[in-house]
């Protein structure tokens, strides 16, 4: 499974935009980039996921660089709310029995947001 | 929300003892997940399953078994519960196809084995 990097924490001030990196220098064609949060005392949530083109939802956007080796997920005004551990994940689209469809959870960035 | 539930949500047992914990959907997705969380491991998959009474062992699946009986239902067993499986543990649902459908996750159960 292809590795991902992310800093271990990062500070922000509320209703101010926030960028949070990702590497994944050995991710093959085939891996989606996802990102999870979870916000404490709580299972983790789906926030955004893409493939090689800028996604953007209710929640967040996704920018990935052109050759896919890094991504930034951006909460555009972060609130209290956002406090949580973003987990960056990549999954494999190719399907098959040895995959199980499991998510591969590293460290995370724990996000603080300060009023 | 997903609807996801688990239960119970706290349980507090001795070691030795048998443990149940129920995942119950009520989507009607065919993939479901067993994970447990530690300090400095993150979520580890334990179990999971691709059907009916069609299931699979994870990454560390040593002490646990489980069944699926009906779609909706997930149960993971702890047949001697040990203090090393004192632990959070989620259950989540894939949506559409599971190598990279989105996975919803219920509240979790904290299991204490003293």
């Known amino acids: 499974d292809a590795k991902t990097t992310q800093p271990n924490s990062m500070e922000s001030n509320e209703e101010e935009p926030v960028h949070l990196p990702c590497n994944h220098s050995t991710i093959s064609g085939t891996d989606y980039i996802h990102w999870y949060r979870q916000l404490p005392s709580q299972g983790p949530e789906y926030v955004i996921h893409?493939?090689?083109s800028n996604v953007n939802n209710r929640m967040a956007s996704l920018a990935i660089a052109e050759d896919r080796k890094s991504s930034t997920l951006i909460l555009h005004r972060a609130t209290l709310r956002d406090a949580a551990v973003y987990y960056c994940i990549l999954r494999d689209a190719r399907g098959g029995s040895s995959n199980t469809g499991k998510l591969i959870f590293g460290q995370g960035t724990t996000l603080q947001v300060k009023p | 929300d997903a609807g996801i539930t688990q239960s119970p949500r706290h349980k507090v047992t001795e070691t030795g003892t048998p443990v149940t914990l129920r995942c119950h959907q009520t989507?009607?997705?065919?993939?479901m997940y067993w994970y447990r969380q530690d300090p400095g491991h993150g979520l580890r998959l334990i179990h999971y399953?691709?059907?009916?009474?069609?299931?699979d062992k994870g990454e560390v699946s040593d002490g646990y078994s489980v069944s699926r009986s009906k779609t909706e239902d997930f149960l993971l067993t702890l047949e001697s519960a040990t203090s090393s499986q004192t632990s959070v543990y989620f259950c989540?649902?894939?949506?559409?196809?599971?190598?990279?459908?989105?996975?919803?996750f219920g509240p979790g159960t904290r299991l204490l084995v003293l």
């Open positions: 893409g493939l090689t």
């Open positions: 399953s691709y059907g009916v009474k069609d299931t």
């Open positions: 989507e009607n997705h065919r993939y």
């Open positions: 989540a649902i894939s949506e559409g196809d599971y190598f990279v459908g989105t996975q919803y």
